[in-house]
């Protein structure tokens, strides 16, 4: 009999990547999903199967992570034989400014799924994975942060992370259920937020050398992460599910980038040199030179002469208006137990990441441009 699997925020990043996979390990998928005005399955729509197919594996179901009567409906009718929840206000940022909802859907949303489980009498049967994150270690105290790492998480997203890390291990420890964490740190792709850094960073990027923008506006460059790509973090995911016991799983590269460093590495994926001067507010960046071959071969020889006009201009700027109240400034994981314990090991390295999401990026501004010049009365790219 196949699995059935249940993804909270399915029509994320994450969720997207972790119903593909699922999908193709031949489970049956089912979604929630937050009811909206306007359609917000683009990342899954190329999953999407007629209601009518009698084969059908991939479910959607109305709910949000601050209904319990509603969440507990929607376990009780899937009866799952996993669950992964990996819904949440994930925006850093934008936490500071809505703290009580974060705190609702990120904290009291993973309770809720819990105790759902425990009340329908599903804990033998039904495995829990909780998406916890690398924001929890926050002022770091240990680098790297492993599974042992004290937190000291900061802001309230981290926060109301924090409540739902410690919700799980107190359900794995007082009911026995398989309720398991995984602290992943920054993993991004081509399906990543237009107003995540790395995705807003490519973006920009691809826009520069398309002459559709011109410049960057960034908050602190010299934040450091530890970036993966969410394919291969979903792999790890259904790892976790699969152990024999819940345990909790720190998912990293063990490779930490500045964001600088990242601005750097997506312009000389399009052939674009960029030189960074000055300090503080006022550093910048700077457009020194163009590898002829890279940028024809990412961008088309038809921008070139444009993109050479750019050489001593300015492209990117910081907006103090994107720093934290309080910052996270060195994020890098140990992924030892991982590697060990799950036999996981990630297929892309940064370069990887980075040249998939400018060459993603490139394409889609390139279709979004075509399409406000009327390209759809001629060519359809919705087939």
């Known amino acids: 009999m196949k699995k059935v699997a249940l993804i909270t925020g399915i029509t994320g990043q994450d969720g997207a990547y ?3 996979y699922l999908l193709k390990l031949g489970y049956e998928v089912h979604g929630i999903k937050r009811r909206a005005s306007l359609f917000n399955t683009d990342r899954i729509d190329h ?13 959607l179901h109305y709910g949000d992570m601050t209904d319990s009567m509603n ?7 899937v009866q799952p034989d996993e669950i992964y929840n990996l819904a949440a206000m994930s925006h850093v940022k934008v936490s500071f400014d809505t703290p009580e909802y974060t705190a609702n859907a990120d904290g009291i949303g993973t309770l809720r799924i819990l105790e759902a489980v425990r009340l329908l009498g599903l804990t033998e049967k039904t495995r829990i994975y909780q998406a916890s994150t690398s924001e929890l270690y926050g002022l770091v105290q240990e680098v790297p942060q492993r599974e042992s790492t004290p937190f000291y998480p900061r802001s309230p997203y981290a926060v109301a992370k924090l409540y739902g890390y410690w919700i799980t291990v107190n359900y794995r420890e007082a009911y026995g259920m398989h309720a398991s964490n995984g602290i992943l740190f920054n993993h991004e792709s081509p399906l990543r937020g237009e107003t995540f850094v790395t995705r807003k960073i490519t973006r920009a990027v691809a826009k520069i050398a398309l002459g559709q923008q011109d410049k960057l506006f960034l908050g602190n460059l010299s934040a450091k992460r530890d970036w993966g790509h969410a394919k291969d973090y979903v792999r790890a995911m259904h790892a976790i599910l699969q152990q024999p016991e819940g345990s909790d799983y720190v998912i990293a590269t063990g490779i930490t980038t500045t964001v600088r460093d990242f601005v750097k ?3 000389k994926n399009v052939g674009i040199t960029v030189d960074f001067k000055n300090e503080g507010v006022d550093e910048v960046g700077v457009i020194s030179g163009i590898d002829e071959v890279m940028f024809i071969a990412r961008v088309g020889a038809e921008y ?11 492209v990117v700027r910081v907006d103090p208006a994107y720093f934290r109240p309080t910052e996270v400034e060195l994020l890098i994981g140990d992924p030892t137990k991982s590697k060990t314990v799950l036999g996981w090991e990630p ?19 390139k279709k979004d441009a075509f399409l406000k010049e009327g390209g759809y009365k001629t060519l359809n790219y919705f087939e």
């Open 304 to 314: 070139l002469e444009a993109s050479k006009a750019l050489i001593g201009q300015e």
């Open 265 to 267: 590495l997506s312009f």
């Open 71 to 77: 969440l507990t409906r929607i376990i009780q009718e």
């Open 18 to 20: 972790l119903a593909e």
């Open 347 to 365: 297929e892309y390295d940064l370069e990887g990441l980075c040249e998939d999401m400018i060459i993603s990026d490139v394409k889609l501004m």
């Open 47 to 59: 999953l999407y199967q007629d209601p009518h197919d009698e084969n059908r594996r991939l479910f």
